[in-house]
């Protein structure tokens, strides 16, 4: 299973972007998927998960009101809206692919990883 982020860079305060997610090499609709961040110097952090319908959702506290994840199935893509962009935002974001159908908030509970997509938001 491969997975590509893609969609970051450097935006203001305030500003927006979207982030993708494409997946190949597994039956994206069946699983979970999550959008995590990690900014230097600190863990990883879980921002948004989505079950394998889309139909569940779950944010961090830190993003609830200012992102929206969804899912795609028929293009096997997943995506992260970013609203009102903070520059406590920043951070490398990551997209993965659960092993369950449900939504996941623990990072164990995810098989694949994509290689990550660099957030940058300045004041």
């Known amino acids: 299973v491969q997975l590509q982020a893609s969609g970051g860079g450097l935006v203001q305060a305030g500003g927006s972007l979207r982030l993708s997610c494409l997946a190949s090499?597994?039956?994206?609709?069946?699983?979970?998927l999550g959008w995590f961040r990690q900014a230097p110097g600190k863990e990883r952090e879980l921002v948004a998960t989505?079950?394998?319908?889309?139909?569940?959702?779950y944010y961090a506290d830190s993003v609830k009101g200012r992102f929206t994840i969804s899912r795609d199935n028929a293009k096997s893509t997943a995506y992260l809206q970013m609203n009102n962009l903070k520059p406590e935002d920043t951070a490398v974001y990551y997209c993965?692919?659960?092993?369950?159908?449900?939504?996941?908030?623990?990072?164990?509970?995810?098989?694949?990883w994509g290689q990550g997509t660099q957030v940058t938001v300045s004041s």
């Open positions: 993965a692919l659960a092993a369950f159908r449900t939504y996941v908030l623990n990072p164990t509970g995810y098989n694949y």
């Open positions: 989505i079950n394998f319908s889309g139909e569940l959702t």
């Open positions: 090499g597994r039956t994206f609709s069946n699983y979970g």
